[in-house]
């Protein structure tokens, strides 16, 4: 590995807040053939720690108000911004895509979740009109977990 892209680069992976695998698999340039790093060979064991952990984690996730969210997804938005160069540095060298090319997926992304951030403050119900006069019906936005 030449590169770690200013600490982006990761050999192993995130589950239940823990850095964890033993790297095995190699990732390489496609266009150069030179290796990046390696990867962890995870399977179904670990597939489904990861999504045990992101259960887990969905109770306090779901419980923090609508703003509070929001301004959690407004900062990862902001670090995708700032990181954009090395990011895109790491697309391009990892999937072989132009910079041009990597450096609009990158503000593409940070674009997209800076609207969910947006859109997570803006959790209001509605009452709609049902099919009988004497009723209405009430739609509540709550944050749905892992599925």
Not at 44 to 73: C, H
Not at 132 to 137: M, V
Request: net charge positive; charged share 25%.
């Amino acid at each position: 590995m030449t590169r770690d892209f200013n600490g982006l680069l990761r050999q192993t992976c995130l589950i239940d807040g823990k850095w964890i695998g033993e790297p095995r698999l190699a990732i390489r340039n496609p266009a150069t053939g030179v290796e990046l790093g390696l990867v962890p060979d995870f399977g179904a064991a670990e597939t489904s720690r990861a999504i045990a952990a992101a259960q887990k984690a969905f109770g306090p996730w779901s419980a923090r108000v609508a703003k509070d969210r929001s301004t959690v997804l407004k900062r990862f938005a902001e670090l995708i911004v700032a990181r954009a160069d090395d990011l895109a540095a790491l697309l391009t060298a990892e999937q072989g895509k132009p910079l041009a090319e990597a450096r609009g997926e990158v503000a593409a992304a940070a674009g997209y979740i800076e609207f969910f951030a947006e859109e997570a403050r803006r959790v209001n119900g509605e009452i709609i009109p049902a099919h009988r006069a004497d009723s209405r019906i009430l739609v509540m936005r709550q944050p749905l977990g892992v599925v």
